[in-house]
């Protein structure tokens, strides 16, 4: 049961992140720096399969489509958003104050 809310805490989190992303970044940016970040796990060689689909969605999908992931509260735009390559785009600082603001949140609800 701990695990489970643990897995639920960083699912919203992740959420968030990816909604205030859209707020701060125009999708080229977001699209640039996740390709850009995609390349270089993959020239590293730590490559796994769900960054073949974020790919796929990054150089051909539709921005609605990219935004549907990004912000969907589905299996499997969860799934995806828990190896989110958009990653680098929001400083430290924005990050860290949005972890603290959805934890508050959680913990009023």
């Known amino acids: 049961m701990v695990k489970r809310s643990l897995d639920l805490l960083i699912d919203g989190h992740k959420l968030w992140l990816a909604q205030a992303l859209l707020k701060a970044a125009e999708l080229p940016i977001i699209r640039a720096r996740s390709l850009s970040n995609l390349q270089r796990w993959k020239d590293k060689g ?24 990004m912000t969907g509260e589905y299996d499997d735009a969860n799934r ?9 785009i929001l400083d430290e600082e924005t990050r860290a104050e949005l972890l603290a603001r959805y934890q508050e949140a959680e913990r009023l609800r």
Do not use: C, H
């Not at 490559?47 to 992931?69: C, F, H, P, Q, R």
């Not at 995806?80 to 680098?88: D, I």
């Open 80 to 88: 995806l958003r828990q190896s989110m390559p958009y990653t680098g």
């Open 46 to 69: 730590t490559w796994g399969a769900v960054y073949d689909e974020w790919w796929v969605i990054m150089t051909n999908a539709s921005d609605k489509y990219l935004i549907d992931i």
